[in-house]
Nanobody, 122 residues
Framework: QVQLVESGGGLVQAGGSLRLSCAAS????????MGWFRQAPGKKHKFVAG????????YYADSVKGRFTISRDNAKNTVYLQMNSLKPEDTAVYYCAARWGVVITTNEYNYWGQGTQVTVSS
């Protein structure tokens, strides 16, 4: 069992930056691929970024490439999402998720956090 807790969301002006954190419980955190998803009002969850268990490979949605960076610190059981050059269309609830195996861009992850709100004003 893995419990995930996101933090770091908030209100920021367009062009600004935020860093989200996702703290995981459990001794097997380093075994999981991790993903960040977001859900805007009235829309489905969308994949934002993913990282392999080792941190050796990362994956991004086209809409955030070059602006967002996912990373992880297995010693701290934490995954991060650094978000730069934020745009109003990045406004959403951001969720981290964990799964055994490879990073995937669909919702089939085993564990999810409760989400953190990110609001980007124009």
């Amino acid at each position: 069992q893995v419990q995930l807790v996101e933090s770091g969301g908030g209100l920021v002006q367009a062009g600004g930056s935020l860093r989200l954190s996702c703290a995981a419980s459990g001794r097997t955190f380093s075994s999981y691929a991790m993903g960040w998803f977001r859900q805007a009002p009235g829309k489905k969850h969308k994949f934002v970024a993913g990282i392999t268990w080792s941190g050796g490979s990362t994956y991004y949605a086209d809409s955030v490439k070059g602006r967002f960076t996912i990373s992880r610190d297995n010693a701290k059981n934490t995954v991060y999402l650094q978000m730069n050059s934020l745009k109003p269309e990045d406004t959403a609830v951001y969720y981290c998720a964990a799964r055994w195996g490879v990073v995937i861009t669909t919702n089939e992850y085993n564990y999810w956090g409760q989400g953190t709100q990110v609001t980007v004003s124009s």
